[in-house]
């Protein structure tokens, strides 16, 4: 039977869900997409450009799915957002996609943007949005940081034991920090990373700005993984990390300034 393949550009905030990945719970984004497309058509399966983990955002998430008949991409966009009202997810963009597209296994690069913030007050309308840090972190030092995480290297020391990749080798191309008022912006982009990767590597950097660990012993970690077990860092939580971008095609820049203040 001939089909018909879409792909889709997501925003969601994933607060309420347990993650991207389906479950028997059915409380996760990629059930929910697929909820509202079986009230207009017929669809078996969604494939999402990543997993996104229980409480982490996205404003660029990309899926792809098959249907079998031919609809107009306004209009099928249309549907799907009337049938999402009442959740915390939003269709931006559909147009139909070539046979051989596949959301995840055709991305080339994908970016994530992790939010702290340096206010001294707690949180209100950024509960669940950011996370609060210490007002006396060293953003030069936790800049530094990042960039120790730039190229190839063995990211077993930030993996959780869950990973289920075979290797833990993985490039970094791009690890910086932005700032915006109290307002702080990690910019992490790779064409793959391992579970709780970039949490890891924000946690690890915030322990660096707060004088927990030197640079020395965060370069150290990196050039001996082995002895990671001997370190502990937080894993940064995960309403502060959110999937910004993912290419499809290499060498897109990326315009940071689009997520500013977001």
């Known amino acids: 039977m001939s089909t018909f393949r879409y792909k889709l550009l997501?925003?969601?905030?994933?607060?309420?869900?347990?993650?991207?990945?389906?479950?028997?719970?059915?409380?996760?984004?990629?059930?929910k997409i697929v909820e509202a497309v079986n009230q207009v058509s017929s669809c078996k399966e969604l494939y999402?450009?990543?997993?996104?983990?229980?409480?982490?955002?996205?404003?660029?998430?990309?899926?792809?799915?098959?249907?079998?008949e031919a609809w107009d991409a306004y209009k099928l966009?249309?549907?799907?957002?009337?049938?999402?009202?009442?959740?915390?997810?939003?269709?931006?963009?559909?147009?139909?996609?070539?046979?051989?597209?596949?959301?995840?296994?055709g991305a080339c690069h994908r970016h994530y943007i992790y939010r702290?913030?340096?206010?001294?007050?707690?949180?209100?309308?950024?509960?669940h949005r950011t996370w609060r840090v210490t007002p006396a972190l060293d953003i030069l030092l936790m800049t530094e940081a990042l960039t120790l995480f730039q190229g190839t290297h063995d990211f077993q020391a930030f993996r959780s034991a869950q990973c289920q990749g075979e290797s833990s080798e993985k490039t970094v191309h791009t690890a910086t920090l932005f700032q915006q008022h109290k307002n702080l912006y990690v910019h992490v982009s790779s064409p793959s990373f391992l579970h709780h990767q970039v949490r890891f590597m924000v946690g690890a950097?915030?322990?660096?700005?707060?004088?927990?660990?030197?640079?020395?012993?965060?370069?150290?970690?990196?050039?001996?993984?082995?002895?990671?077990?001997?370190?502990?860092?937080?894993?940064?939580?995960?309403?502060?990390?959110?999937?910004a971008r993912v290419d499809y095609t290499p060498d897109i820049p990326f315009e940071i300034a689009r997520f500013l203040g977001r």
Request: with cysteine; net charge negative; charged share 20%.
């Open 10 to 31: 997501i925003e969601y905030d994933g607060t309420p869900y347990q993650g991207w990945q389906s479950q028997l719970s059915g409380q996760t984004i990629q059930d």
């Open 48 to 68: 999402g450009s990543g997993r996104t983990d229980a409480g982490v955002h996205a404003w660029g998430q990309v899926a792809h799915l098959d249907l079998p």
């Open 77 to 105: 966009k249309g549907a799907l957002n009337a049938h999402l009202k009442d959740e915390a997810i939003t269709i931006h963009e559909i147009e139909e996609a070539p046979k051989d597209f596949h959301a995840r296994y």
């Open 116 to 127: 702290l913030t340096l206010q001294e007050t707690p949180l209100c309308l950024q509960t």
């Open 205 to 243: 950097a915030r322990c660096v700005g707060e004088g927990k660990m030197s640079l020395e012993m965060l370069r150290n970690i990196l050039n001996h993984p082995e002895e990671a077990a001997i370190h502990k860092w937080p894993l940064a939580p995960a309403c502060g990390l959110y999937l």
